[in-house]
């Protein structure tokens, strides 16, 4: 029987932290930061978790996931979605060791 398994692609504020970015939760859910994008030390970056986007009201920019990492990263559309999928991959392979390291330590 063949596996099938669904890469997952973080969030985009799992993502920014995995970027360092440090991020603050607000008491309405969304998320704020500095942008790395623009010289900005004041927090003008807003994260909405429930929608999956960012924006900057300093530098303007903003956008979903791939957007981000196209600015953050200098990477084109398809280099960034290749970034994500790559993760996702090495994900799932480490996911599969953890599996099989547990069954073998079952086995002993």
């Known amino acids: 029987m063949k596996e099938y398994t669904k890469l997952v692609i973080p969030t985009i504020e799992a993502q920014m932290e995995k970027e360092g970015i440090e991020l603050w939760k607000l008491p309405s859910g969304r998320m704020i930061g500095n942008c790395p994008l623009c010289d900005d030390n004041t927090k003008s970056m807003m994260i909405n978790p429930e929608r999956q986007v960012f924006v900057c009201d300093k530098c303007n920019k903003g956008g979903q996931l791939v957007t981000f990492l196209k600015y953050f990263k200098e990477f084109t ?32």
């Open 77 to 108: 559309r398809t280099q960034a979605e290749i970034y994500l999928e790559r993760q996702a991959i090495v994900a799932i392979e480490k996911e599969k060791l953890e599996i099989s390291l547990r069954m073998d330590k079952g086995d002993e």
